[in-house]
């Protein structure tokens, strides 16, 4: 367009080549010419537009500082300056935050052996990993790229400061969509994707409700996956996390409910993952399960490897076990009885029913209060399967309303309390 970058029908701009030693105008420059791209995105994704290619243009020059770089003609694309690197830019309301190398150049830096899967017009992902948020979506990911040596995606932007993170991490996959991964990580319909997906295929990963609700909790107000609140600042808002407990029990619950009945009603395979069963000796057998699933080409002898999923920019899960909310002391017995008079159904589904025996027996381990799942596997639908289109636009399926206080304004909340995060709540990682 008129702005130099150059699109084909069918793109999606997601990347850009930038001279490291240029000179840039200013920060806003920078918004500016991610906003013009967004402003492309948006069009693609009013007209149902599925992107696939990633184009990239170059600058083989310093940039002037007279001009901003929304006003610059890009040379042709066989130009390639020999000291450029693509990267995504990340913008947050306040500016500029960083830069991000191109998938395939991140996992060529990570250097893991771990790959993408050759692109195709034709192939969407083979399946969908899909969880409430804290449920051990970024675990299974972890440990299935280093068994199939191929990486998962996500339909969570990298624009959005976790899914970043995950990103600069060494989830190289995060954010792709496309055939270049086999699977899609998905917390939709509890919140909106990036992009629609489609796939005919669904690994379900639950956990407690009640220790996923305690790691909700961190991940909100540290805005990172790994950081763990100081036990001033959990006094300090005791009443909001009570509140955020009795909403958001009902949050869980529809969401399982949603896909248990999605897959079913579309005839769609579906296999149910206990995070409890991925941190436990139960692990092999669980993963043999999940890739005999997929259909992976390694089947049950696929093996992650010691140490594979840190190896693959995963992460490891906080220490403390199954039930360690419940230890911690996070629920007072009214509220317990409040949330199981909830959603009690819900957690006899998973077999999750008498976890909250260890709010008055905290020395029994929390893996032996599990009880059997009462959902079967759904493997070989009678019909054929009607494709799973995720982030559709329809609103109706969303769990959330706009304005859920637990949902996306617990972002506006905790800038609010943080001075805009340049005053983060303490966290026992930063103090140790």
């Known amino acids: 367009g008129g702005g130099g970058i150059v699109t084909t029908p069918l793109s999606f701009i997601t990347g850009f080549i930038i001279n490291p030693d240029s000179s840039i105008a200013s920060q806003r420059d920078f918004i500016a010419l991610v906003l013009t791209c967004k402003s492309a995105v948006s069009l693609c994704s009013s007209r149902r537009l599925r992107p696939h290619v990633t184009i990239t243009s170059h600058l083989s020059t310093p940039l002037p500082q007279s001009r901003t770089l929304t006003r610059l003609a890009f040379p042709s694309k066989g130009s390639k300056s020999s000291n450029s690197i693509p990267a995504i830019f990340h913008i947050e309301a306040d500016g500029f935050l960083g830069t991000l190398p191109s998938p395939e150049l991140r996992s060529q830096r990570m250097n893991c052996g771990v790959t993408f899967l050759p692109p195709s017009k034709s192939s969407p992902p083979k399946?969908?990993?899909?969880?409430?948020?804290?449920?051990?979506?970024?675990?299974?990911?972890?440990?299935?790229?280093?068994?199939?040596?191929?990486w998962t995606g996500s339909d969570t932007a990298v624009s959005r400061t976790l899914g970043w993170k995950l990103a600069n991490s060494g989830m190289c996959g995060e954010g792709v969509v496309d055939s270049r991964v086999s699977g899609v990580k998905t917390h939709w319909p509890e919140r909106q994707g990036w992009c629609r997906v489609s796939s005919e295929k669904v690994v379900l990963v639950v956990r407690n409700f009640w220790d996923?609700?305690?790691?909700?909790?961190?991940?909100?107000?540290?805005?990172?996956?790994d950081e763990t609140l100081t036990e001033e600042v959990r006094g300090e808002y005791w009443e909001k996390w009570e509140r955020m407990v009795k909403s958001e029990c009902l949050i869980w619950q529809r969401f399982n409910d949603f896909w248990v009945d999605h897959c079913s009603l579309h005839?769609?395979?579906?296999?149910?993952?206990?995070?409890?069963?991925?941190?436990?000796?139960?692990?092999?057998?669980?993963m043999d399960e999940v890739l005999t699933f997929i259909g992976s080409k390694e089947g049950l002898k696929a093996r992650p490897k010691e140490g594979g999923e840190a190896g693959t920019g995963g992460y490891k899960p906080r220490s403390g076990g199954v039930g360690s909310s419940f230890k911690k002391g996070r629920f007072s017995s009214s509220l317990i009885s409040e949330v199981e008079g909830k959603i009690l159904p819900c957690l006899e589904r998973f077999g999750y029913e008498g976890l909250s025996e260890l709010s008055v027996n905290s020395e029994v381990d929390g893996q032996d209060l599990l009880r059997g799942l009462k959902i079967p596997t759904l493997t070989a639908p009678e019909r054929p399967p009607i494709p799973i289109v995720i982030n559709d636009g329809d609103r109706g399926k969303i769990l959330r309303a706009d304005d859920d206080e637990f949902g996306r304004q617990m972002t506006n909340w905790r800038r609010s309390h943080t001075d805009n995060d340049t005053r983060p709540f303490p966290t026992i990682t930063k103090n140790k």
């Open 267 to 286: 005839n769609v395979p579906l296999l149910i993952v206990r995070f409890e069963d991925l941190v436990s000796e139960r692990r092999e057998a669980t």
């Open 212 to 225: 996923a609700s305690d790691s909700y909790f961190n991940m909100c107000l540290t805005n990172t996956h």
């Open 127 to 150: 399946y969908f990993l899909t969880s409430y948020p804290r449920s051990g979506n970024t675990l299974i990911r972890s440990l299935l790229q280093s068994s199939t040596q191929n």
